[in-house]
């Protein structure tokens, strides 16, 4: 079982910057690939950044340039420094932990932190 917990979100105008955390809790984080998704109601849940246990990293080509995945394995913490942000970065960002198993996987989810780009 992994606790996540997301904190960082908030009220930036277009041009900002923030940085979100999850902290990890109940399981080996650093075999974890990790990833950022974001959600809005108009739009499907989409995969933002993923950075797997072996420090390997892949973005949406929307974040690209802008966003940096990050990770910090002593701490059970998971980062997303966002950058030159965009109104249309506007969405609920989740926390995901994926533990692979030989014949499947099983994801867990934080609750989720708003983040609204203004104008």
């Known amino acids: 079982q992994v606790q996540l917990v997301e904190s960082g979100g908030g009220l930036v105008q277009a041009g900002g910057s923030l940085r979100l955390s999850c902290a990890a809790s109940g399981s080996t984080f650093n075999t974890n690939t990790m990833a950022w998704y974001r959600q809005t109601p108009e739009k499907q849940r989409e995969r933002v950044a993923r950075i797997t246990s072996g420090g390997f990293i892949n973005y949406a080509d929307s974040v690209k340039g802008r966003f940096t995945i990050s990770r910090d394995n002593a701490k059970n913490i998971l980062y997303l420094q966002m950058n030159s942000l965009k109104p249309e970065d506007t969405a609920v960002y989740y926390c995901?932990?994926?533990?692979?198993?030989?014949?499947?996987?099983?994801?867990?989810w934080g609750q989720g932190t708003q983040v609204t780009v203004s104008s």
């Open positions: 995901q932990a994926r533990t692979a198993f030989d014949l499947y996987a099983i994801d867990y």
